[in-house]
């Protein structure tokens, strides 16, 4: 019943403050306008990452009880993702593009506070021997602080279709919801549903065809805070197996950004250079419409994090 509420109400945050706050964001012209890449015809507000904010961080405070400094770093360090990423929605409203150091070097400072605070990857349990093997401190910080940047990035970089990011991120809140309950993690099950409710609230407004877009404040706030729910959720069980689900989870994002960054590396561009490199649009250029690339995408999605929790059941 706890779960059930605290989705409610993060889902209720959402779904209610949205049509102010897109009010707001038409009245000051914060909105996206279409372009070569952006094919939506008309502009559109980009303030969903506000709303994704609010509806997750009232109900975390609310309901999740746990260590109150570390909740206090977590949402500092979320605050600075959420406002780069209002910074570089503003220039986008302008038809102009952000700096990306600016960005780097926030979004690698949030990752720094994350892991000062002691959401860290530790290391992983010998599956031969049962002995846990902890990592030195150096690699505990590189692994940390590469996996919360590497999660940031793909689900921003995921965002280039009305309801894509939202339901890759949905989909995942889900899928670490349902094994922190395996693996009776109260804290991260609760931070999981929460961020889900937040996330369901937006996607009501961001469905084909959307309403109003996360922008990159809400895309890497998603990214952020589903990789410190990893973080404190199934990579703190540190077996072998639990370590493949936030990996699984994640997996369409991951591996297809992956890809993206090789052709772009490969065709001597930029990796930071904004194409239509990522699945979605390589799809679309195949015939597919809107909500057949979402929906073969979101299918491809829930078929990676099935797999995950049931290498997780059979191993238990």
């Given at each position: 019943m706890q779960y059930l509420i605290a989705m409610?109400?993060?889902?209720?945050?959402?779904?209610?403050?949205?049509?102010?706050?897109?009010k707001l964001a038409i009245k000051i012209g914060f909105t996206d306008k279409p372009n070569k890449r952006k094919k939506h015809k008309a502009p559109t507000p980009l303030c969903g990452g506000i709303v994704l904010y609010l509806g997750f961080f009232i109900a975390y405070f609310l309901f999740v009880k746990d260590d109150m400094k570390q909740q206090?770093?977590?949402?500092?360090?979320?605050?600075?993702?959420?406002?780069?990423?209002?910074?570089?929605?503003?220039?986008?409203?302008?038809?102009?593009?952000?700096?990306?150091?600016?960005?780097?070097?926030v979004q690698l400072l949030a990752a720094i506070l994350v892991f000062n605070a002691g959401i860290v990857f530790r290391g992983?349990?010998?599956?031969?021997?049962?002995?846990?093997?902890?990592?030195?401190?150096?690699?505990?910080?590189?692994?940390?602080?590469?996996?919360?940047f590497g999660v940031t990035t793909v689900i921003n970089w995921s965002d280039g279709m009305d309801g894509l990011a939202g339901g890759i991120s949905l989909i995942s809140a889900l899928t670490f919801f349902v094994a922190a309950i395996i693996l009776s993690q109260e804290?991260?099950?609760?931070?999981?549903?929460?961020?889900?409710g937040a996330i369901l609230g937006f996607l009501y407004y961001n469905k084909y065809p959307a309403k109003v877009f996360m922008g990159d404040s809400g895309a890497n706030l998603l990214g952020f805070i589903l990789s410190i729910t990893a973080l404190d959720g199934a990579f703190?069980?540190?077996?072998?197996?639990?370590?493949?689900?936030?990996?699984?989870?994640?997996?369409?994002?991951?591996?297809?950004?992956l890809f993206v960054i090789f052709k772009r590396f490969s065709e001597g561009k930029p990796v930071y250079q904004a194409d239509r490199s990522q699945i979605h649009f390589r799809l679309e250029e195949k015939g597919f419409s809107t909500k057949q690339v979402v929906t073969y995408i979101?299918?491809?999605?829930?078929?990676?994090?099935?797999?995950?929790?049931?290498?997780l059941l059979i191993k238990r």
């Amino acid at each position: 019943m706890q779960y059930l509420i605290a989705m409610i109400v993060s889902l209720l945050v959402s779904l209610i403050s949205m049509p102010f706050i897109m009010k707001l964001a038409i009245k000051i012209g914060f909105t996206d306008k279409p372009n070569k890449r952006k094919k939506h015809k008309a502009p559109t507000p980009l303030c969903g990452g506000i709303v994704l904010y609010l509806g997750f961080f009232i109900a975390y405070f609310l309901f999740v009880k746990d260590d109150m400094k570390q909740q206090i770093i977590v949402f500092i360090a979320a605050t600075l993702i959420v406002l780069i990423g209002l910074i570089d929605d503003y220039y986008k409203t302008k038809s102009k593009e952000f700096p990306i150091f600016p960005r780097l070097i926030v979004q690698l400072l949030a990752a720094i506070l994350v892991f000062n605070a002691g959401i860290v990857f530790r290391g992983f349990t010998n599956p031969f021997s049962g002995e846990f093997i902890e990592l030195s401190r150096t690699i505990q910080f590189l692994l940390t602080i590469t996996w919360i940047f590497g999660v940031t990035t793909v689900i921003n970089w995921s965002d280039g279709m009305d309801g894509l990011a939202g339901g890759i991120s949905l989909i995942s809140a889900l899928t670490f919801f349902v094994a922190a309950i395996i693996l009776s993690q109260e804290s991260s099950a609760l931070v999981s549903i929460i961020l889900a409710g937040a996330i369901l609230g937006f996607l009501y407004y961001n469905k084909y065809p959307a309403k109003v877009f996360m922008g990159d404040s809400g895309a890497n706030l998603l990214g952020f805070i589903l990789s410190i729910t990893a973080l404190d959720g199934a990579f703190k069980q540190a077996t072998v197996l639990s370590i493949f689900i936030p990996i699984l989870a994640l997996a369409v994002p991951i591996f297809d950004n992956l890809f993206v960054i090789f052709k772009r590396f490969s065709e001597g561009k930029p990796v930071y250079q904004a194409d239509r490199s990522q699945i979605h649009f390589r799809l679309e250029e195949k015939g597919f419409s809107t909500k057949q690339v979402v929906t073969y995408i979101m299918l491809l999605s829930l078929t990676f994090s099935l797999i995950s929790i049931g290498i997780l059941l059979i191993k238990r």
